[in-house]
């Protein structure tokens, strides 16, 4: 789900949770007023100022999170996009640049360096020379992988990570 749907989601949970305060507000308002018989110091009216306060702060606070994943909250592309916007079988030397732009940082590391490479490197080497960890790479080349980008045979011990061309 991308970040600003979700956002607008949560935004709009959080006018449901107002327009609940707000109900049920009233509604104990109403009871206080029919039941309490001390007048406005009744300890009653101090529990309803409190409850509403709680909520509004809850709501205010969810409203902010809300906000934040509609305007900051970062996207991330999806194997599927990358999978949309190139085809394994146009992949050449020549739009290489292109596939880099759509990776993040650590994918484009990896993808660098099996270019460099001439298109055929050991997963092990990968590690080496990325100085990521082990599990980074694996996740890294699962995700390249699943784009269609490049593919991994097994070799012994260890996997050649081929480019896909």
């Known amino acids: 789900m991308k970040n600003r749907v979700a956002g607008l989601v ?5 006018l449901l949770i ?5 109900s049920f507000n009233r509604a104990l308002t109403e ?3 029919t039941s309490c018989t001390h007048g406005s110091s009744c300890p009653m009216w101090g529990t309803i100022d409190f409850q509403t306060n709680i909520g509004i702060g809850i709501m205010a606070f969810v409203v902010l999170i809300g906000l934040y994943l509609v305007f900051f909250g970062k996207e991330e592309k999806s194997v599927q996009v990358i999978r949309q916007q190139i085809a394994p079988k ?3 030397k020549e739009n290489y640049q292109r596939i880099l732009k759509n990776l993040d940082k650590e994918e484009q590391v990896i993808f660098e360096k099996i270019i460099e490479s001439q298109g055929t490197i050991f997963q092990s080497d990968l590690v ?4 990521f960890s082990k599990v980074k790479v ?3 080349l699962d995700k390249l992988e699943g784009a269609g980008l490049i593919e991994r045979k097994r070799r012994g011990m ?3 990570v081929v480019l896909k061309y």
């Open 10 to 14: 949560v935004i709009s949970i959080a």
């Open 18 to 22: 107002g327009f609940i305060i707000f």
């Open 31 to 33: 009871i206080v007023n």
């Open 90 to 92: 146009e992949i050449t």
């Open 128 to 131: 080496e020379k990325s100085s």
């Open 138 to 140: 694996s996740r890294i």
């Open 158 to 160: 260890t996997n050649v």
